[in-house]
């Protein structure tokens, strides 16, 4: 079976704080780890997947095998970040459906 | 290029009766996956369909089904609505099989509520 966690349900930062939002998942195989955001008013769309190891506004997620983490990170976030993020994985062949957490709102204050 | 579209956007059902809900994919991609997200169960996968074959399957009853067209666009229907039923319905499309493979990218939904 493969299960995402998102601890939280809300994050509340200053503008320029740093930002990190956990995701903790199993899987046990090879899994496809992706953040997913949710602006306002706006359809769920891709921030990144761990496999392109990009920096997408700003955000980096590194993938700890060895304590099966996920998390989404931000130097200094800005009010524009403000949005609901969802943690998914997907793994391979039957498996290869996205399994969403339950989501973490952030809220970037100014 | 157009996104993800789908119809309708809000509905309101009884219980008992069902429902058809649509969904037109990006030109070009031939997988769409049809989720259920509520507030206490967050995003479920209900199926994927790829080149008109149901190629996987989440935990939801045989009340749920789907289908494809040969132009890639997707229905999914609902029989014997129940209360619990009551959610937002979201397809996802993407040019290849799998949401190991690449991006989804989602409509913005089909809002249903069952009375």
């Known amino acids: 079976a493969q299960r995402v966690t998102q601890p939280e349900k809300l994050l509340s930062v200053f503008k320029g704080a740093p930002v990190e939002l956990k995701c903790n998942y199993s899987?046990?195989?090879?899994?496809?780890l992706f953040w997913y955001v949710q602006y306002s008013r706006q359809r769920l769309q891709l921030l990144l997947r761990?496999?392109s190891r990009e920096s997408i506004k700003g955000f980096t997620a590194d993938l700890n095998k060895g304590e099966t983490s996920f998390h989404l990170k931000k130097p200094f976030a800005q009010e524009e970040d403000s949005a609901m993020y969802y943690c998914?994985?997907?793994?391979?062949?039957?498996?290869?459906?996205?399994?969403f957490g339950k989501g973490i709102t952030l809220s970037v204050r100014p | 290029k157009a996104g993800v579209t789908q119809t309708p956007r809000y509905l309101i059902k009884t219980r008992g009766q069902q429902v058809t809900l649509s969904c037109s994919p990006i030109?070009?991609?031939?997988?769409v996956s049809w989720y259920q997200q509520t507030p206490g169960q967050g995003l479920q996968f209900l199926f994927e369909?790829?080149?008109?074959?149901?190629?996987n399957k989440g935990n939801f009853p045989g009340r749920f089904s789907g289908r494809q067209f040969s132009n890639s666009r997707s229905e999914m229907n609902v029989s014997t609505l129940e209360l619990g039923d009551s959610a937002l319905y979201l397809c996802?499309?993407?040019?290849?099989?799998?949401?190991?493979?690449?991006?989804?990218?989602f409509g913005e939904g089909s809002r249903l509520t069952v009375l």
């Open positions: 996802a499309s993407s040019p290849l099989a799998g949401a190991n493979t690449g991006e989804l990218f």
């Open positions: 899987y046990s195989g090879s899994p496809e």
């Open positions: 761990h496999i």
């Open positions: 998914a994985l997907s793994g391979a062949g039957a498996n290869s459906k996205l399994t």
């Open positions: 030109s070009g991609h031939r997988s």
């Open positions: 369909y790829f080149s008109e074959t149901q190629r």
